[in-house]
């Protein structure tokens, strides 16, 4: 099993690095598409489902609603193929695969978004540095 994980970091080089997100939060996806001789960029936007696999060959699901259908799409963290991934959105789940999105329509399928506490360093007063 190590002559496996040793194969997959030699051939694994240059990696990107994408924001940390996980199941519930809101990510967009630029996406290089070849059409023939062609290149053109397409994002997807939707909320991330479920992250799998470990590695090389981790892979995470977007699901979106278009045109009021349910459309999923399966991408493999480490493809070449990804431009960049962009974090839009962090959900509030208690789950880490949530499935059970794909039962839900309307309001009942929307996910909370996860308050962000962001501190403020204040600099330190005149008194403190007073007694210093």
């Excluded at 051939?11 to 062609?38: M, N």
């Excluded at 696999?53 to 009021?68: M, P, Y």
């Excluded at 480490?78 to 789940?93: A, C, M, Q, R, Y």
Aim: charged share 35%; proline share 3%; hydrophobic share 35%.
């Amino acid at each position: 099993m190590n002559l496996i994980k040793i194969a997959e970091q030699a051939f694994a080089g240059e990696q990107k690095t994408h924001p940390g997100f996980k199941a519930g939060d809101t990510v967009t996806v630029t996406y290089r598409i070849k059409e023939e001789s062609k290149e053109r960029l397409q994002k997807f936007r939707g909320v991330c489902i479920q992250r799998k696999g470990e590695g090389a060959t981790q892979t995470f699901t977007v699901r979106k609603i278009s045109n009021g259908v349910g459309v999923e799409r399966i991408f493999p963290l480490s493809s070449p193929f990804i431009e960049s991934i962009e974090l839009n959105k962090i959900g509030k789940v208690r789950r880490a695969r949530i499935f059970y999105l794909r039962d839900l329509t309307g309001k009942k399928a929307r996910i909370k978004e996860k308050k962000r506490n962001f501190v403020v360093a204040e600099a330190p007063s005149e008194e403190a540095t007073a007694g210093k």
